[in-house]
């Protein structure tokens, strides 16, 4: 075990902690949480393109995007406020199915015949339920929390048997903050409802 700590870049360390730092910020609903994403996010590009997992190395630079774009919409959206926290309707339900497919189809496909990935199925299907759960996310959805989840338990082994221990770590430590943050976010809804009527 000392070893594998030993063998962990500073880029994972730091990649790590303000990917926490994001994350609970996130789960807060702190809008600042993008800042410390960005962060984590440029430092994780680093580790992902060297372990070869090129699904999580475009994942985050989607995620890196749309943390820039998040953090635009949470704080200055339509109507020049800050979004609240909201449900999803029929026609996002249908989007994020649409971002699942697509996504899945289209990184199997690149992975499979444009690069030597060993787990070009486990590497499309967290990068393409974590593409509509951080789509969802921007929009300030409650449901982003369990589309991240489905990422998050595929991802787990995915990190081990890359040897990104501290990376399938960070991994579990965002599950439980996930379902944290869906009991918070569900919590703030229904205040949101009650303030209405």
């Not at 730091?14 to 926490?20: C, D, E, K, Q, R």
């Not at 649409?98 to 499309?124: A, E, K, N, Q, R």
Request: glycine share 6%; with cysteine; net charge positive.
């Amino acid at each position: 075990m000392q070893d594998i700590l030993l063998q962990t870049t500073w880029a994972e360390w730091l990649g790590v902690l303000f990917s926490m730092i994001q994350v609970v910020l996130a789960s807060r609903n702190n809008s600042n949480n993008y800042l410390f994403g960005i962060a984590g996010i440029s430092l994780t590009l680093y580790v992902m393109i060297a372990a070869k997992l090129y699904g999580e190395f475009t994942l985050n630079l989607y995620y890196l995007v749309m943390s820039i774009y998040g953090w635009l919409y949470w704080k200055y959206g339509k109507q020049k406020e800050e979004t609240k926290i909201s449900t999803t309707n029929g026609k996002e339900k249908l989007i994020t199915v649409g971002i699942v497919s697509f996504t899945f189809g289209l990184f199997w496909f690149f992975l499979t015949h444009y690069t030597d990935s060993d787990v070009p199925i486990w590497d499309s299907l967290v990068s393409a339920f974590a593409w509509a759960g951080m789509w969802l996310m921007a929009k300030r959805k409650v449901e982003n929390w369990v589309l991240l989840n489905i990422s998050n338990l595929i991802s787990v082994p995915l990190m081990i048997h890359k040897d990104l221990y501290l990376y399938a770590g960070l991994t579990v430590f965002l599950f439980i903050v996930a379902v944290l943050g869906y009991i918070k976010w569900s919590k703030i809804l229904k205040e949101q409802a009650y303030v209405k009527c």
